[in-house]
C-alpha cells in the first residue's frame, strides 16, 4: 500500500473503502478461527483473542455489530487502520476483513500486554511513552487524519515496563476539515470545543455551530493523557462550566497572573507547566502541535523529582 500525505492520503482511504467493499468476504467466525477469550469490549464492538484455524496465527478479532453499525463505518475504520498500521507505535492489521450473518470483522496484531488504563495508578512518570504516542499522532495527522479517542485504555502495552507502546482503535477517526454538528458524551480528555457539541437531553440541536475536526482536539487529548501518566488520575470529569476542577483551570489559564495556580497542578515542574499551557490552551488556535512534547523530554515534569535530584547534590556536596 502506498502512503500518501494529507488529502492524496485520503484519497487513498476512498479507493480502499471502495476495494473492500467490493471483495468482503462472507464468512462465519467460528468456522475460520478457534475463539480463545474476550479481551476488549466498547460501546460499539468487541475484541476477541483467536488463532486462525488453518495456520494457527493468533491474532485480535475486532467484531462490530451489523445491528447497530454501518457498512460504511465499519468500512471506514478498517481502512483508515490499515492505511495508518505500518507505523511501529500502531497496531498492526492483517488485512483480513469479512462479515459474517451478524457481524462485520477485522483481523489485528495481537498485542498481548495490557493497556495503559490498567497500570495508571501504578505508573512511574515515563516519557518513552509520550514519546510514541506523539510520533503516532504526528504520522496520523501528516496523513490528513484526526484520532479523536486518544485515553489509556486506546494504548496498549508491548511490555511490563511500559518500554513500548502502541496505539490503537480508530473507530472515531476523521479527516481533517470534518464538521462534527452534535456528540452524545463527554469524557474527560475532550477539548471544551467538543464538549459544547454535546447533544444535552431533551435537546433537538445543540446551540453552536458545526466543530470543525482539527489535530488540536488530539493535542488536548494527549496533554489530559499526560496529567493521568504524572499523577494516577483525570484532572477533571469533563471541560465544562459545571466542572469545578475544569472551572478552576479555566479560571487560572485566562488570568494567570491574578488567579493562583489549582492545587492539582502545583506539583509540576514550572517546564512541565509550560508544555501544558501550550497544549492544553483553551483557544484551540492557540495550542501546539503534538509534535511539540518531544521538545521537553529530558526535562524533570514532577516537581517532587526537581526536590529529590537538588537533595542528592546537595548531599554531594557535603561529602566532598
Not at 457498512?71 to 505500518?86: A, D, T, V, W
Not at 470545543?193 to 488540536?216: N, Y
Request: hydrophobic fraction near 40%.
Amino acid at each position: 500500500i502506498l502512503i500518501f500525505p494529507g488529502q492524496e492520503g485520503s484519497s487513498l482511504i476512498d479507493e480502499l473503502m471502495e476495494l473492500t467493499s467490493q471483495s468482503l468476504c462472507k464468512l462465519e467466525i467460528k468456522e475460520h478461527f478457534n475463539i480463545i477469550k474476550e479481551i476488549g469490549r466498547g460501546k460499539y464492538g468487541r475484541v476477541l483473542l483467536v488463532t486462525h484455524r488453518c495456520k494457527g496465527t493468533p491474532m485480535a478479532l475486532k467484531v462490530l455489530p451489523k445491528a447497530s453499525t454501518k457498512l460504511q463505518g465499519f468500512l471506514r475504520e478498517y481502512c483508515i487502520s490499515l492505511h495508518l498500521s505500518c507505523h511501529p507505535c500502531i497496531v498492526g492489521l492483517f488485512g483480513i476483513a469479512f462479515q459474517s450473518n451478524e457481524h462485520y470483522g477485522f483481523a489485528q496484531e495481537l498485542v498481548t500486554g495490557r493497556d495503559l488504563f490498567a497500570i495508571i495508578h501504578n505508573m512511574a512518570a515515563h516519557c518513552s511513552e509520550s514519546v510514541q504516542i506523539s510520533c503516532a499522532l504526528e504520522f496520523i495527522h501528516r496523513r490528513g487524519l484526526v484520532h479523536r479517542d486518544i485515553k489509556p485504555e486506546n494504548v496498549l502495552l508491548l511490555d511490563t515496563q511500559c518500554r513500548r507502546v502502541k496505539l490503537a482503535d480508530f473507530g472515531l477517526t476523521q479527516r481533517r476539515g470534518t464538521f462534527i454538528r452534535f456528540i452524545s458524551g463527554t469524557l474527560p480528555y475532550m477539548a471544551p470545543e467538543l464538549c459544547a457539541m454535546v447533544l444535552e437531553e431533551g435537546q433537538k440541536e445543540v446551540t453552536v455551530p458545526p466543530l470543525c475536526v482539527e489535530p488540536t482536539l488530539d493535542t488536548f487529548a494527549i496533554a489530559v493523557l499526560l496529567f493521568c501518566i504524572l499523577t494516577g488520575y483525570f484532572p477533571w470529569e469533563r471541560c465544562s462550566d459545571s466542572d469545578d476542577f475544569y472551572e478552576e483551570f479555566a479560571d487560572w489559564r485566562r488570568s494567570p497572573k491574578k488567579t493562583p495556580v489549582p492545587s492539582q497542578w502545583k506539583r509540576f515542574t514550572p517546564v512541565c507547566m509550560q508544555m501544558f499551557r501550550r497544549m492544553l490552551a483553551l483557544d484551540p488556535s492557540e495550542r501546539c502541535s503534538v509534535g511539540e512534547v518531544k521538545g521537553y523530554v529530558g526535562k524533570d515534569w514532577s516537581d517532587q523529582n526537581l526536590k529529590k535530584k537538588k537533595k542528592k547534590k546537595k548531599k554531594k556536596k557535603e561529602v566532598l
